[in-house]
């Protein structure tokens, strides 16, 4: 079965193994009768991020045996259940209530009938799907009305035996009117003990080849986030405002606390299982690789036209350059360069590369990336507008006189950097009081070092300084009503520094930053509406980093032209690079998704006078290749 074929929908919510986890917060009856905590109940739903509530109706006349009615006749545990529906049945009316109001709040309704009857107040009601119970898996009189109303099932399988669930699904099957539908692998118990409850079945299920999901009983959420892990695409949990109420089903529920943290598990674990497909190195991982792993460095002075011998090799850290497996593949080929001891070994040193252009044709000032050691070796080859000192915590105490040239002909603009020593990350809006104050000491810092550099480039009056300001946080995003104090913090800490002679533009962010291999939430300079406001508030201009703004479309749906259109008036500089997902950053342009096409008239127009630099990680290595690659492809459209 082919993927449109297996896909199920209900609503909108496409329910495959190719997607999102389809969560069904199950309310059945432990509203215990009361239309406000049904509402209480779907409002808990709603809130923690299910898709889905479900109900249960019953026609209890259609639904029993004249002599289970009868109280005088019925077993004891018959006479309790038929007690407790009684007791807490909702009206049509209230049942009607509940759907609009599911409607009004964006979750799907859904509702059980345990009769026929029940499923044709259902229907006129207004459902997209309808649930089996697991006790209604070998009642085909009422599978075959269900199927006349022609829309999806999803059908619980407790209490049945494999014939059962075979015989169903080719039923099901053999239909000429045929619906789509799921199956849960279930165990019918309240709570079900965790030894009868056999995930592994959910292996088999799956050779049916439709959807298959979990229905959970079992106490806590442990279980649950293992069938996900185990292919399920939809999960159902009773819920409860209270697991002591009266009633069988409450004891087997989660209570709100533990139904937030199930779907937030779920919704993790759905992120993480990812496919079957090559691995691939994320970006976190390369930033981890370069920093851990080895490469292979040069052990001797080696000559241009020097044959490569394995005695002129070592494996160091950092993972700069070749990979050691790649040494087989040196052997035997001929330096085209000069290499010396205790540097790492590129390709440029064995074959040509791409290489910079004397002079690129732009009609806006584009600038360089370049640090303290490689400046002067990157400008014999190309003459930049501005170059863009990347600052590391370590070349604020270097003197920069002893890698500078007494004066250069370009302007200079300035990249702050994110991590200073003791570990601390740069964080200008926190409301920890102490660590914004070590960040502005941090940030005075590297004003006063910018300051100083402009001796050594006389045309520059007035240096931009980009700053990724900080407001991240580690484990989840801060609340929207929350960012306005933390842009506040970073107002006060803006003006607490000395920076006349200076520009400080922030940079647009990420929505998941890699911090040296680690992943943050960010919070702040992502929304366009939110950077407009900062901008108007204060008169700070941006740098728009093309790749960041992109990812942060991508998680939140906005429109990346239009975004773009939006930032442009408030923009000083741009950093270009492509862009991939969410967390793929800094691709050279053309391998990853940024519509550049589209995107770069956007900037001709709405910010024609603009700088720019190719920003596309790693882009320094073999001899600045990633540069000079972006730069071919950027020239003549910018």
């Keep these: 079965m082919d993927y449109e074929e297996k896909n199920m929908i209900i609503d909108n919510f496409r329910i495959n193994d190719h997607g999102k986890i389809f969560i069904i917060a199950e309310i059945g009856m432990n509203h215990n009768g009361f239309y406000d905590k049904?509402?209480?109940?779907?409002?808990?739903?709603?809130?923690?991020g299910a898709d889905c509530v479900k109900f249960q109706m019953r026609c209890l006349e259609e639904l029993y045996s004249q002599d289970a009615l009868d109280v005088s006749k019925g077993d004891l545990s018959t006479q309790y259940t038929i007690g407790l529906l009684r007791k807490f049945e909702l009206s049509y009316d209230e049942y009607k209530k509940l759907a609009k109001y599911c409607h009004d709040n964006n979750i799907i309704f859904l509702c059980t009938p345990w009769d026929i009857k029940s499923a044709d107040l259902i229907e006129k009601i207004g459902v997209s799907a309808y649930k089996v119970a697991s006790a209604d898996m070998t009642n085909y009189a009422l599978l075959d009305h269900l199927c006349e109303k022609g829309?999806?099932?999803?059908?619980s399988t407790g209490m049945s035996k494999k014939s059962e669930i075979d015989n169903v699904?080719?039923?099901?099957?053999?239909?000429?009117?045929?619906?789509?539908?799921?199956?849960?692998?279930?165990?019918?118990?309240?709570?079900?003990?965790?030894?009868?409850?056999?995930?592994?079945?959910?292996?088999?299920?799956?050779?049916?080849?439709?959807?298959?999901?979990?229905?959970?009983?079992?106490?806590?959420?442990?279980?649950?986030?293992?069938?996900?892990?185990?292919?399920?695409?939809?999960?159902e949990r009773h819920i409860t405002l209270d697991r002591k109420m009266?009633?069988?089903?409450?004891?087997?529920?989660?209570?709100?606390?533990?139904?937030?943290s199930l779907v937030k598990g779920i919704r993790e674990i759905e992120k993480a299982l990812g496919s079957s497909k090559d691995r691939v190195i994320t970006q976190g991982e390369l930033i981890n690789r370069e920093n851990l792993s080895k490469s292979i460095y040069a052990n001797i002075d080696i000559r241009k036209n020097d044959v490569f011998e394995e005695s002129m090799f070592v494996f160091k850290s950092p993972g700069q350059g070749l990979q050691p497996s790649e040494l087989v593949k040196l052997l035997g080929k001929k330096a085209i360069t000069e290499i010396k001891k205790g540097k790492p070994i590129f390709k440029s040193h064995y074959q040509n590369i791409v290489n910079a252009k004397k002079d690129y044709k732009f009609k806006r000032k584009w600038a360089l990336p370049v640090r303290y050691h490689d400046i002067n070796k990157l400008l014999e080859t190309t003459a930049p507008d501005l170059v863009e000192f990347h600052m590391s915590f370590n070349d604020l105490d270097e003197s920069p006189d002893d890698f500078l040239n007494s004066k250069y002909n370009c302007g200079f603009l300035v990249h702050a950097p994110e991590l200073f020593e003791d570990d601390h990350l740069l964080d200008l809006c926190t409301h920890d009081r102490s660590y914004?104050?070590?960040?502005?000491?941090?940030?005075?810092?590297?004003?006063?070092?910018?300051?100083?550099?402009?001796?050594?480039?006389?045309?520059?009056?007035?240096?931009?300084?980009?700053?990724n300001c900080g407001g991240f946080s580690k484990d989840s995003f801060i609340e929207d009503s929350l960012k306005d104090d933390y842009y506040e913090n970073l107002i006060k800490s803006l003006s607490s520094l000395d920076s006349d002679g200076v520009e400080i533009i922030p940079q647009t962010m990420a929505p998941y930053p890699w911090h040296f291999g680690g992943q943050r939430y960010q919070n702040l300079f992502m929304n366009p509406k939110e950077i407009i406001d900062f901008n108007k508030k204060?008169?700070?201009?941006?740098?728009?980093?093309?790749?960041?703004?992109?990812?942060a479309c991508n998680e939140y749906k906005w429109d990346h032209l239009e975004y773009t259109k939006l930032l442009a008036p408030f923009t000083a500089h741009y950093h270009i690079s492509d862009g991939s997902g969410v967390d793929g950053e800094g691709l050279q342009i053309g391998e990853g998704d940024i519509?550049?096409?589209?995107?770069?008239?956007?900037?001709?127009?709405?910010?024609?006078?603009?700088?720019?630099?190719?920003?596309?990680?790693?882009?320094?290595?073999?001899?600045?290749?990633?540069?000079?690659?972006?730069?071919?492809?950027?020239?003549?459209?910018?």
């Design 38 to 48: 049904a509402i209480e109940l779907i409002d808990i739903a709603i809130k923690a």
């Design 151 to 155: 829309k999806p099932l999803i059908l």
């Design 169 to 235: 699904v080719k039923y099901l099957n053999s239909k000429k009117k045929k619906v789509k539908f799921a199956l849960l692998h279930c165990n019918s118990t309240y709570p079900a003990p965790f030894k009868d409850i056999n995930l592994n079945y959910l292996k088999t299920m799956s050779e049916y080849d439709i959807p298959i999901g979990y229905s959970g009983h079992e106490r806590g959420i442990a279980v649950t986030l293992a069938a996900v892990a185990l292919g399920a695409t939809i999960i």
């Design 246 to 260: 009266e009633g069988p089903d409450h004891s087997a529920s989660l209570e709100k606390k533990d139904f937030e």
């Design 436 to 467: 914004r104050e070590q960040s502005v000491i941090h940030m005075q810092k590297l004003i006063n070092v910018t300051i100083n550099l402009k001796k050594y480039f006389p045309t520059t009056v007035k240096p931009l300084i980009i700053v």
């Design 538 to 551: 204060t008169g700070i201009r941006m740098c728009h980093d093309i790749s960041h703004s992109f990812l």
């Design 595 to 638: 519509n550049f096409r589209e995107l770069l008239p956007i900037i001709n127009e709405y910010s024609k006078d603009i700088s720019f630099i190719p920003e596309v990680w790693q882009g320094h290595t073999n001899n600045g290749e990633g540069f000079w690659i972006s730069l071919d492809k950027l020239e003549g459209k910018l």
